[in-house]
């Protein structure tokens, strides 16, 4: 077995979506002894944004590129198969100003890849058949009643982003995440520890330790 960990935070050691992948590798591997793990931090080493030098790559056919374009498409080709590669594909996704992380966009962005990631023709995913789990962090309140209910773009974003891959996010999320460090928000600090409690048991419930009564 084979887990792909990706954090994409810019917070260090004060981020709360690389805490929370963290408890879930280490839960991963209590219940996979023998498996390994592969990672990627985006947030320390962000990908390059399509762009006008390279970006057409996928559109084009190989043997038509410019170097640019070679680069580009040689770098999705190993982001697929570093999915391709997993059973389990594990992401940290924190909102930052709403939406998902740039990072986060660009990662999507290289994986969209006809031929790669989908069947050109019958647009039939083919990243599909592996576990896509998110841990998705919020720094406020945006669930129903809230001010901002609906200001979240980046939980509703992932699943039509990575549409023609087949992958398909099972989201675990905690908000108000920056309530302990905000004096503003410090009444709502219990709200946040409740929501941050959930989303560790339900971290800790993924995946039943090695030799766990089942």
């Given amino acids: 077995m084979h887990l792909l960990h990706i954090d994409s935070s810019i917070r260090g050691d004060w981020s709360v979506s690389r805490r929370l992948t963290a408890r879930a590798v280490d839960a991963w591997r209590a ?3 023998g498996g390994t793990v592969a990672y990627r931090d985006l947030g320390a080493d962000p990908l390059p944004h399509l762009d006008a030098a390279g970006g057409l790559a996928r559109m084009m056919p190989p043997d038509q590129h410019t ?3 070679r680069e580009s498409w040689e770098l999705s080709e190993r982001l697929v198969d570093e999915v391709k590669q997993a059973d389990v594909v594990l992401l940290g ?6 939406g998902a992380p740039s990072s986060v966009k660009s990662w999507v962005d290289h994986l969209i890849v006809p031929g790669l990631a989908y069947d050109p023709t019958t647009q039939e995913g083919l990243l599909g058949d592996r576990e896509f789990v998110v841990l998705a962090t919020r720094g406020g309140g945006y669930g129903e009643g809230a001010p901002r209910n609906g200001w979240d773009h980046a939980e509703p974003w992932l699943p039509h982003g990575l549409s023609l891959t087949g992958l398909q996010p099972r989201f675990i999320s905690t908000e108000l995440t920056l309530a302990p460090s905000v004096p503003a928000m410090a009444e709502l600090i219990p709200l946040h520890e409740a929501s941050l409690a959930q989303a560790e048991k339900e971290i800790d419930n993924l995946w039943p ?3 766990a009564a089942r």
């Avoid at 996704?93 to 709403?98: E, I, K």
């Fill in 67 to 69: 170097p640019a374009q």
């Fill in 209 to 211: 330790p090695a030799g």
């Fill in 93 to 98: 996704l924190p909102l930052y100003n709403y």
């Fill in 31 to 33: 219940a996979h002894p």
